[in-house]
Nanobody, 128 residues
């Protein structure tokens, strides 16, 4: 069974840091883009960051403007992805979801419809 499991969420004060991790299982995701989305209370799910994989290494990374220069996405292998979050703000409070998609390239990386597999999410709360 294909599963994506997020971990690392929690409560942190504004200006602090958290590192989220996602472990995928059930198949090899070497041909998949893996990314992070988040959903704040009362808001729609939005793109955070994504990374593609080619030739056994990261090929590209991309970030939403709201997190660029504060968050860093990494990927050590085809099935694991992390999100280092620094300088956290209260507006970063959300449930963060890991996702994987075979067609999430170019501008398609920003759309949740490009992703076939989703984790259950991990909650991040940033207090002021």
């Amino acid at each position: 069974q294909v599963q994506l499991v997020e971990s690392g969420g929690g409560l942190v004060q504004a200006g602090g840091s958290l590192r989220l991790s996602c472990a995928a299982s059930g198949r090899t995701f070497s041909s998949y883009t893996m990314g992070w989305f988040r959903q704040a209370p009362g808001k729609e799910r939005e793109f955070v960051a994504a990374t593609t994989w080619s030739g056994g290494r990261i090929y590209s990374t991309d970030y939403a403007d709201s997190v660029k220069a504060r968050f860093t996405i990494s990927r050590n292998n085809a099935n694991t992805v992390s999100l280092q979050m620094n300088s956290l703000k209260p507006e970063d409070t959300a449930i963060y979801y890991c996702a994987a998609g075979p067609r999430a390239y170019g501008s398609s990386r920003y759309s949740e419809t490009s992703y076939d597999y989703w984790g259950q999410g991990t909650k991040v709360t940033v207090s002021s």
